[in-house]
């Protein structure tokens, strides 16, 4: 699924974070996964710590609805102004379902003064 389909420019590539107790239960994240082989293949640097998430949050798929959702993550996320000051940052996402995990972090990486951010998903799920 095709959102955009213009050629952008960005300086790095950033996934979106699992909180770390979450992430040591399971072993690996997903969106890093994608976010360093992205990076890799486009020769783009992998900011693995320029987001963090500050506290844990009910998996998503969990949210019943848009809104509880956009509730759930609201600033849940922070962004290391060191490595995303500036910078054109692409975010990695796995699954995409209302947008709420993106904006969040989106906002975030603006906080920190990411001077743009793209998000690419890897799936949709309406």
């Known amino acids: 699924y095709v959102e955009e389909e213009e050629a952008i420019e960005v300086d790095l590539v950033v996934a979106v974070p699992l909180y770390a107790r979450r992430q040591r239960l399971r072993g690996y994240n997903q969106s890093a996964l994608l976010a360093r082989e992205l990076s890799r293949l486009c ?16 998996p998503q798929a969990r949210s019943a609805d ?23 940052v692409l975010l990695i996402d796995d699954v995409m379902t209302t947008g709420a995990t993106v904006d969040a972090c989106a906002r975030a990486l603006h906080k920190a003064g990411a001077g743009s951010v793209w998000a690419l998903s890897f799936a949709r799920e309406d």
């Open 66 to 88: 848009a809104e509880a959702r956009k509730r759930n993550v609201a600033d849940a996320f922070i962004a290391d102004g060191r490595w995303v000051e500036g910078r054109r």
């Open 43 to 58: 020769g783009l640097p992998l900011a693995e710590r320029g987001l963090a998430r500050r506290r844990n949050t009910p």
